[in-house]
């Protein structure tokens, strides 16, 4: 007889080798399943942690950019209140460095000097481009003039200044260049 029992119903089972076996088989088999799970799982968390990494820089760049282009537009509606208050100091003959015994005329040069600062502290430089090459990147050409002693292409008059925040053009400086 082989090494096999019967149970209180009388139905054979295997012996307790092949038992063991076949558990050891099970227990092997549900192991690589679980193996192949977590490593499933383990992927799939390393490329949400990824994904999540990629939208949080993107997301920081973005709300950066936001700022950057809020701030640009801020100061492109305040450029022409400067530009208002230095022709108002241009016309009343005052030196926009200087002082004035008139107490409108110091009040006025007053909010121009802290506009100005203010706008320098924001990482705003005036662009005058006098004597430079024209460029159209950088420059707004009105009209052109014959001057002599000046090559073509220079600019020879400043009409208005123009404006960059850091590397960001804010306004083009309006030139006259010569012929």
Known sequence: MTEESRDDQGTERPAAGEASE???????ALLADTQRERD???ELAQRTKADFENFRKRMTAEVQAAGARGKAEA???????LDDLERAIQAAGLDPEGDSEDGL???VLLVFRSLR???TRSGVEAVDPSGEKFDPNAHEALSTVAADG???GVVVEV??????????LIRPARVVVSE
């Open 75 to 81: 100061i492109r509606d305040v450029v022409p209140v």
């Open 105 to 107: 005329a110091h009040g």
């Open 40 to 42: 499933e799982y383990l």
């Open 22 to 28: 076949q558990v050891e088989q099970d227990l092997d």
């Open 150 to 152: 000046v090559e073509p």
């Open 117 to 119: 600062d203010s706008l």
């Open 159 to 168: 009409v208005q200044k123009g404006y960059l925040l850091g590397e960001q």
